[in-house]
């Protein structure tokens, strides 16, 4: 009997992704009651992958402008098809550090959008396989180029995502654009995201941990071993975007971690006269 489970289970594992079983096991906390929210990071995160780094690979492999152009689009299609979700660990627990999610939503989030990743790119490997078309790449940073404890990387992946955050909180919170606003403003995201990985190349920019993580396990065939790998993309992009998110805080006198910060708002005059109009 054992040797059957042995040899079942090694055939799991030879066909799925490494890691990816243990994405899975969120799924039942709660009664499943966090089922919905892992299903929607999976699928958006395979829509943003499939939709923004097809652009210069697919199409418009010989155009650089229209390539760009093609990025925005996938950004904003990615997000309206996969309903808005998180689809980045860093800004999952940006989200978590401002309150706008409890801490087992968080995990759940963490959980299907590295499930979604762990998928996506053998799953767009396959698909290019069979026709012919170019096949995705992934971030990377290259210690042996004169960064041998990865510092450079991750310095570059600690401003990439502390913008990437400061971005989200500027468009969805601070910016009103009526009718049009959410055409806007993820038109305004893609714009923001295209021009931080130009700005900041030397590690991919991921400024995402589940695009460095997962690309890594599928072009190396299994789970990164080398602390420099998260150091770079999970490190330094978390505490880069937890600054993003403490300045926000200051700003907008929201709770950070729970609490009230002892400085700040800056915003606070217009919350007090809004607060005194509705009562």
Partial sequence: MFSLFSSLIGKISETVPPGF??????????????????????IGTLLMIGLTFS???????DSLYLAWAAHSIGVIAADKLGGGQNVNPAMSVA?????KCDYTEMYVRIAGAMGGGLVAFPLFKAVTDVLGWTALGG????????????????????????M?????????????????????????????????????PTAGP???PMLGTCWAVFANGGIPQDFRHYFVYWFASIMGVLVSAFLY????????????????????????????KES
Avoid at 55 to 61: H, L, M, N, R, V
Avoid at 95 to 99: P, Q
Avoid at 139 to 162: C, L, N, Q, V, Y
Avoid at 249 to 276: H, M, Q, W
Wanted: proline share 6%; charged share 20%; with cysteine.
């Fill in 21 to 42: 079983l243990l994405t899975l096991l969120v799924v039942p906390i709660s009664n499943y009651k966090y089922l919905n929210i892992y299903k929607n990071e999976f």
């Fill in 55 to 61: 652009p210069g690979k697919w199409i418009f492999a």
């Fill in 95 to 99: 989200m978590w550090s401002l309150g």
């Fill in 139 to 162: 971030p990377e940073f290259h210690p042996e180029k004169g960064d041998d404890d990865g510092s450079i990387a991750a310095r570059s992946e600690f401003f990439a995502t502390m």
């Fill in 164 to 200: 990437l955050g400061f971005l989200v909180y500027i468009v969805n919170w601070e910016l009103n654009f009526g009718k049009y606003h959410y055409w806007i403003k993820q038109a305004l995201t893609s714009w923001g995201i295209r021009a931080l990985i130009e700005t900041f």
């Fill in 206 to 208: 991921a400024m995402n």
């Fill in 249 to 276: 805080s200051v700003y907008d006198g929201c709770e950070f971690f729970g609490r009230t910060l002892p400085i700040g708002p800056i915003n606070g005059p217009k919350k007090v006269s809004i607060a005194k």
